[in-house]
Nanobody
Framework: QVQLVESGGGSVQNGGSLRLNCAISGDYLRIIDMAWYRQAPGQEQNLVARLTAGGGSDYSDSVKGRFTISRDDAKNTVYLQMTNLKPEDTDVYYC?????????????????WGQGTQVTVAS
């Protein structure tokens, strides 16, 4: 199956920048899309940004113009570059990758999640 390991979270001041990394490993046939979500304690998980295999992207209104999702196929890594961070961006961020993998003669869908990384923005 597919495993995701996130890194890059931390604490910054209002207006600062961080880059989140999500390393993808495991056997798979193809990736359909990659995304970053965020979630505060006791709150729903919300989509931050999504990148399709074809290169299309979309962002939540709250991060448009400040965050950029990208991928490096050579490094099997998806990134979330975050600039002009605000206190309301404080959350746990999760990487999500969906795609297809082969198990013997079957082709199956996978929907993998990272362990989460904390981002804290001080006012």
């Amino acid at each position: 199956q597919v495993q995701l390991v996130e890194s890059g979270g931390g604490s910054v001041q209002n207006g600062g920048s961080l880059r989140l990394n999500c390393a993808i490993s495991g056997d798979y046939l193809r990736i359909i899309d990659m995304a970053w979500y965020r979630q505060a304690p006791g709150q729903e998980q919300n989509l931050v940004a999504r990148l399709t295999a074809g290169g299309g992207s979309d962002y939540s209104d709250s991060v448009k113009g400040r965050f950029t999702i990208s991928r490096d196929d050579a490094k099997n890594t998806v990134y979330l570059q975050m600039t002009n961070l605000k206190p309301e961006d404080t959350d746990v961020y999760y990487c999500n990758v969906r795609g297809r993998w082969r198990r013997f003669e079957e082709i199956l869908d996978f929907d993998s999640w990272g362990q989460g990384t904390q981002v804290t923005v001080a006012s």
